[in-house]
């Protein structure tokens, strides 16, 4: 049984992929640990240092900088109206619509459970509870929880 679907993707140096994960057309940097039963998908770009807990989901158009967490079960989104088809028609990416780009900057957490709509930019440092919505962006050093995330408190060092 194929235990590891990866497809065009770069791997920086020591990069640890569990098993029962779909790894598509993206970019890994170095040291970033990838747990069971993931899914990235094209274009997608994770920097150095990164922990992808399990069954996390990062469809195109997402980019993870360096030493961000994505708590398992985290779901990133990149359509804010997604729609099935066109005119009766199944959408295809670059043809009837273009993913919305989603940042997390450097050091931020997502926490279990979490959705992160697309098109928005999570700050660094911050913090997304578990099973936060994730509707607008997020500034730095800040920690956000709820449906929809709202500020909750600030990061301390």
Same mark, same amino acid.
């Given at each position: 049984?194929?235990?590891q679907? +990866?497809?065009?993707? !770069?791997? *920086?140096?020591? @990069?640890? +992929?569990?098993?029962?994960?779909?790894?598509?057309?993206?970019?890994? #940097?170095?040291?970033?640990?990838? *747990?069971s039963?993931v899914? +990235?998908?094209?274009?997608?770009? +994770?920097g150095?240092?990164?922990? /992808?807990?399990?069954f996390?989901?990062?469809?195109?158009? @997402?980019?993870?900088?360096?030493?961000?967490?994505?708590?398992?079960?985290?779901?990133?989104?990149?359509? $804010? /109206?997604?729609?099935?088809? @066109?005119?009766?028609?199944?959408?295809? /990416? #670059?043809?009837?619509?273009?993913?919305?780009?989603?940042?997390?900057? $450097?050091?931020?957490?997502i926490?279990?459970?979490?959705?992160?709509? #697309? *098109?928005?930019?999570? *700050?660094?440092?911050?913090?997304?509870?578990?099973?936060?919505? &994730?509707? !607008?962006?997020?500034?730095?050093? &800040?920690?956000?929880?709820?449906?929809?995330?709202k500020?909750?408190? $600030?990061?301390?060092?």
């Amino acid at each position: 049984m194929e235990k590891q679907i +990866i497809n065009n993707a !770069k791997l *920086g140096k020591n @990069v640890k +992929i569990y098993n029962f994960v779909n790894i598509y057309g993206c970019e890994i #940097g170095d040291n970033t640990k990838i *747990g069971s039963f993931v899914e +990235i998908r094209e274009s997608v770009k +994770i920097g150095k240092n990164c922990k /992808i807990q399990a069954f996390a989901f990062l469809p195109q158009g @997402v980019i993870l900088e360096d030493e961000v967490f994505v708590g398992p079960h985290a779901c990133f989104t990149n359509d $804010k /109206i997604p729609r099935a088809t @066109v005119k009766g028609k199944l959408k295809e /990416i #670059g043809k009837d619509w273009k993913p919305e780009t989603t940042i997390v900057r $450097k050091g931020a957490s997502i926490g279990a459970n979490a959705t992160i709509l #697309g *098109g928005i930019t999570i *700050g660094e440092n911050s913090i997304v509870g578990a099973g936060s919505v &994730v509707t !607008k962006d997020v500034p730095d050093n &800040v920690i956000v929880a709820g449906n929809p995330a709202k500020v909750i408190g $600030k990061v301390k060092e």
